[in-house]
């Protein structure tokens, strides 16, 4: 088992930062490709991110292209989102994820989740 714990959400203007974290129990976490989902007010769970269980692979969805950057720290069982250059259509719940399995962009390949946190960017 596996429980994940977001944090740093928040509300920030336009063309602001975050850092999201997300902290995972376990002592298997190094195994576990990460990943970060949002799901936007009355839209669908949309990819964000992904990772490997190394670091060594990076997915990002065109949208956040050049703005975000994903992390892990495997000794600290932490993944990182730095979120650069928000914009008004980042706002989302953004939730962790985390799989046994390889790398993926789909939520179905996932089987541990966060609660999610709130990231509100203003105009």
């Known amino acids: 088992q596996v429980q994940l714990v977001e944090s740093g959400g928040g509300l920030v203007q336009a063309g602001g930062s975050l850092r999201l974290s997300c902290a995972a129990s376990?002592?298997?976490?190094?195994?576990?490709?990460m990943a970060w989902f949002r799901q936007a007010p009355g839209k669908e769970r949309e990819f964000v991110a992904a990772i490997s269980w190394s670091g060594g692979r990076a997915y990002y969805t065109d949208s956040v292209k050049g703005r975000f950057t994903l992390s892990r720290d495997n000794a600290k069982n932490t993944v990182y989102l730095q979120m650069n250059s928000l914009k008004p259509e980042d706002t989302a719940v953004y939730y962790c994820?985390?799989?046994?399995?390889?790398?993926?962009?789909?939520?179905?390949?996932?089987?541990?989740w966060g609660q999610g946190t709130q990231v509100t960017v203003s105009s």
């Open positions: 994820a985390a799989t046994a399995l390889t790398i993926a962009v789909v939520d179905i390949s996932y089987d541990y």
């Open positions: 376990g002592r298997t976490f190094s195994s576990y490709a």
